[in-house]
Structures are given as C-alpha cells and as structure tokens.
C-alpha cells in the first residue's frame, strides 16, 4: 500500500500545476488516499513484524532444543576437544545472532522484495526511458555486493570462531583458577587471555570494518542514479512542455510524473541499500548457524548392542593389562 503514496502524490501536483488552475478536488483527494494508504500500510507492517517475532521464537526454540539434546547424547570424546566455553557460545551467543537476523532482518528483506518489484512496475508504467539508468546502477550494485559478500562471509567464521575460543578460555581458566593460583600461574594465564583476547579484537574488527563498508558504497550507487534520474527527467519535462514531446509519447511525461518517478527510485534503490546494510548481520547469523548445525549434525554416542552381556558377579577388583586409549588416534591419553 505505500507504494501507492508516490503516485497520488504525483497526481496531487499534476493538480496544482495544471495549466486551467489549480484542481482542489484531485488534490484532496489524492491527499486522504494517501493517508489511508499510509496508515495502513503501518498496521500492516506492524502485524507482520509481530508475526515474524512469533514465527523467530519457535524456531530458535526449535534450534535451541535440539541443540541441547544432541549435547547430552554426545560421547565423551566431543567434549574433551571442545571447551565448555565454546560450547555455551553456541547455546547462547550464536543462537541470540540467528533470532535477531530472523526476528528483524528478515522482514526488511521480505518488503523490500516487495518494494523492489513494485516500484520498478510503476516506474515502467510512468516512464521507460528514464528505467535505462538503472540499466547500468543496479548492475553494479549487484556486482559489487556480491564481491564484498564473498570476502566478507569468512571473516565473520573466523569471528564467530575466535569469540568462542575467548569464551572457551576463559571458562576452563575460571573453573580452574584454584589450582592456577596453587602453582602460581595467574602471569602466565593472563598472557594466554591477552593472546585470545587479541585475536578476538582482530577477528571482530576486521569483520566489522569490511562489512561496513559495503552500505555506503552500495548508497553512492544509488544516489549517483537517483541524480541522473533527476537531471534526465528534468530534460524530458522540459521537451514535454515546449511540445517537442506530444503527450502520450515514449518521452513524454509532466511534472507530477518525475516527482512520482524520483520518489519510486527513491523505494526502488531504499530496499538494495538497507540489504546492503544488514548483509553485515545476515553473514554473522550464518556462521552463528552453521556453528549450531555442526553440533546437531554430529554423531550422537553408539548404543550398547543389543546382545550386550549384562555385566554380572562384580567384586570391585578391576585390572587393566595391555591397554591403551585415546579420543583421537594422534593423541593417546592412557598407555
């Protein structure tokens, strides 16, 4: 429905600027619907980001469950190569990152699907000629998003990765803190801490940095097509006044239809500039979910066979000859 607003907009100064005077009728009435089209438009987006709050909640629940009882049916060995730190990461950190992206950023690319697909058929309809700027800016925004995407997905891995060797860390270091300060450890582990924390600075920042330079980039695109719209439709109102341009031609249009068309290029290019900006956000909630999913894709702990003998005549002796035993083959704990 707002997209709706920009065109009895343009209307409204078709009204005004109209050469028998101005035509109070269309432009009240252009003026209500568009406040109907507004105020609905609200509640409706309203209703759907209450819905997609419901809708992220099961889901995360969903996911947080599943997490938890993969972990209880895990061997032994997963948990002696993975610190209890790491593992609460992903239980809380990780999963908090999924239903932020799913509860906020997932609406605003929903209704700029929405947005991008209807300004574009309206700016059709109000002038061709003017759609072949975007010929050449939309495709270099979609390019250049698409490259920086590219580099920027692992650095967000790579943080999601060193935050949870921080937390990792610094968990086992807390549980063990007595006996770090029995053997007089504290220098030592505080050195290791500042190494992690150093590298979890690094990871975030560098993440961070090169994300945030994909939105203003994309919103230069943007605004440098919106000025060639502006420039160009300027031209073509002009040739349409003078009479070069008969009304109902290819080139014509008034001075209602660049304002309807800037402000549909305005919603056309809005939408690839928000997605631009929380592509950030939608890369952290990947690696945040791909570190879930690895969890819940691994191998739960074999059951005993269904022969098993039931272990009987126990007299508390118990005597290990000739054994060895390790949780990976490379590194033998028993010999």
Same mark, same amino acid.
């Given at each position: 429905?707002?997209?709706?607003?920009?065109?009895?907009?343009?209307?409204?100064?078709?009204?005004?600027?109209?050469?028998?005077?101005?035509?109070?009728?269309?432009?009240?009435?252009?003026?209500?619907?568009? /406040? !109907?089209?507004?105020?609905? $438009?609200?509640?409706?987006?309203?209703?759907?980001? #209450?819905? %997609?709050? &419901? *809708? +992220?909640?099961?889901?995360?629940?969903?996911?947080?469950?599943?997490?938890?009882?993969?972990?209880?049916?895990?061997?032994?060995?997963?948990?002696?190569?993975?610190?209890?730190?790491?593992?609460?990461?992903?239980?809380?950190?990780?999963?908090?990152?999924?239903?932020?992206?799913?509860?906020?950023? /997932? !609406?605003?690319?929903?209704? $700029?699907?929405?947005?991008?697909?209807?300004?574009? #058929?309206? %700016?059709? &309809? *109000? +002038?061709?000629?003017?759609?072949?700027?975007?010929?050449?800016?939309?495709?270099?925004?979609?390019?250049?998003?698409?490259?920086?995407?590219?580099?920027?997905?692992?650095?967000?891995?790579?943080?999601?990765?060193?935050?949870?060797?921080?937390?990792?860390?610094?968990?086992?270091?807390?549980?063990?803190?007595?006996?770090?300060?029995?053997?007089?450890?504290?220098?030592?582990?505080?050195?290791?801490?500042?190494?992690?924390?150093?590298?979890?600075?690094?990871?975030?920042?560098?993440?961070?940095?090169?994300?945030?330079?994909?939105?203003?980039?994309?919103?230069?695109?943007?605004?440098?097509?919106?000025?060639?719209?502006?420039?160009?439709?300027?031209?073509?109102?002009?040739?349409?006044?003078?009479?070069?341009?008969?009304?109902?031609?290819?080139?014509?249009?008034?001075?209602?239809?660049?304002?309807?068309?800037?402000?549909?290029?305005?919603?056309?290019?809005?939408?690839?500039?928000?997605?631009?900006?929380?592509?950030?956000?939608?890369?952290?909630?990947?690696?945040?979910?791909?570190?879930?999913?690895?969890?819940?894709?691994?191998?739960?702990?074999?059951?005993?066979?269904?022969?098993?003998?039931?272990?009987?005549?126990?007299?508390?002796?118990?005597?290990?000859?000739?054994?060895?035993?390790?949780?990976?083959?490379?590194?033998?704990?028993?010999?």
């Amino acid at each position: 429905l707002s997209l709706l607003g920009p065109k009895y907009s343009g209307d409204a100064i078709d009204a005004i600027s109209a050469k028998d005077g101005v035509d109070f009728s269309t432009v009240w009435s252009s003026v209500v619907k568009m /406040l !109907v089209c507004y105020v609905l $438009s609200a509640v409706l987006s309203y209703l759907l980001a #209450v819905l %997609m709050i &419901q *809708i +992220s909640q099961r889901i995360v629940y969903t996911m947080r469950r599943q997490l938890f009882e993969k972990l209880t049916a895990l061997p032994v060995s997963y948990f002696d190569t993975h610190t209890t730190g790491d593992i609460i990461s992903r239980i809380s950190y990780d999963i908090d990152t999924v239903n932020a992206s799913l509860s906020q950023d /997932l !609406v605003q690319v929903m209704t $700029s699907v929405y947005t991008v697909i209807g300004s574009l #058929v309206f %700016m059709w &309809q *109000i +002038s061709k000629p003017l759609i072949a700027v975007f010929a050449v800016t939309v495709p270099a925004s979609i390019l250049f998003t698409r490259y920086r995407s590219k580099r920027v997905r692992p650095l967000f891995h790579r943080r999601s990765q060193k935050l949870g060797a921080l937390n990792g860390y610094a968990e086992e270091m807390l549980s063990g803190n007595r006996t770090i300060c029995a053997y007089h450890r504290e220098d030592e582990i505080c050195r290791r801490f500042g190494v992690r924390n150093k590298d979890a600075m690094d990871a975030y920042y560098e993440a961070e940095y090169y994300g945030a330079t994909l939105g203003p980039s994309v919103n230069f695109i943007n605004n440098f097509s919106i000025s060639l719209i502006m420039i160009f439709g300027g031209i073509l109102y002009m040739y349409s006044q003078n009479g070069t341009f008969a009304a109902g031609s290819l080139f014509f249009i008034t001075l209602g239809g660049v304002a309807q068309f800037v402000q549909y290029s305005r919603k056309f290019a809005g939408p690839i500039n928000e997605f631009a900006n929380i592509l950030n956000e939608f890369q952290s909630a990947f690696a945040a979910a791909e570190r879930i999913f690895r969890i819940i894709d691994e191998q739960p702990e074999s059951p005993d066979p269904a022969d098993a003998p039931a272990l009987s005549g126990v007299s508390g002796k118990v005597e290990l000859q000739n054994v060895s035993f390790g949780y990976s083959p490379e590194k033998t704990i028993l010999h």
